[in-house]
C-alpha cells in the first residue's frame, strides 16, 4: 500500500490518523506542496485535482480523504471505526457531512489567514477570519449540544467521523480563536480526549 500526501495536510492526516487507528502502516510518498508537485504532470497523472492524499492498493488507485479512510477501515483488520449500529452509523456519516459542509470550510478560512498566511510574511484578510469565526462557532455549538450526552460524534465509540474532525480542530486550536474549541465544554473534553490517543499523537509528532 502506497500513500501520497504531506504530513502537514489536513486530508494526509485523515489517512495516517486512521492507518494508525488500525495499526498499518503504507509505504509514505510525499508530495512537497510548497514546490507545487502536487500540480506536477507525473503527479496530476494519478490525481486529476492536483491535491493530495492519493492512495495505491492492490491495483486500486483513489482519491479523496474521506472515501479513503472508508476503504482502510472496510479492508484492514484491527479495530472497527464504523460503527455496526444502524443508529450509530447513520450518526457517523450525518458527523462527516457536517464537517465537510459547515466546520472545515470555516474552520480552514481562519487557520489560512492566521497560519499560513503569516508564515508566508502575508496580511490576513479578517473579513475572511469573521466569516470563519461565525462559521465555525455555529457548527460547533451543534458538535457540543451532541457531545453533551455522547463520549464521541456518532455515539460512545471512536469512529471516522472524530477522525474528520481533528486535524480542523488540531490548526484552529493553534490559532487566535482557539477558543471556539476551549469555550464549549463538551467540545473541550471531548477534543482533549481524541487528541490524547496514541495514534494522533503519532501524527502530529
Ligand atoms: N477533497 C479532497 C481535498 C484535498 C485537498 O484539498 N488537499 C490539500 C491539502 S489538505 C492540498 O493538496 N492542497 C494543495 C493544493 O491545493 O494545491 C480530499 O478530501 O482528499
Known sequence: ??????????????????LAEKGHEAQFV?????????????????????????????????????????????KLAGPKLTPS???????MEQWISIEHSYFSPNAMGIVMELFFKPMRGLTPDMDKVNKGR??????????????MSQAHLAGDKFSLADICWMPYLQYL??????????????????WQRISTRPSWKKVVG
Open 1 to 18: 500500500m502506497k500513500l501520497y500526501g504531506n504530513p502537514m495536510s489536513t486530508c494526509t492526516r485523515k489517512v495516517l490518523t486512521t
Open 30 to 74: 510525499l508530495i512537497d506542496l510548497a514546490k507545487g508537485q502536487q500540480k506536477s504532470p507525473e503527479y496530476m497523472a494519478k490525481q486529476p485535482f492536483g491535491v493530495v492524499p492519493y492512495l495505491e492498493d492492490d491495483g486500486l488507485s483513489m482519491y479523496e480523504s474521506r472515501a479513503i479512510i472508508r476503504y482502510l477501515d472496510a
Open 85 to 91: 449500529d444502524l443508529p450509530s452509523l447513520a450518526r
Open 134 to 147: 461565525d462559521g465555525s462557532a455555529r457548527a460547533l455549538d451543534v458538535a457540543d449540544r451532541a457531545l
Open 173 to 190: 486550536s493553534a490559532t487566535p480563536h482557539g477558543n471556539l474549541i476551549t469555550e464549549r465544554p463538551h467540545v473541550k473534553s471531548w
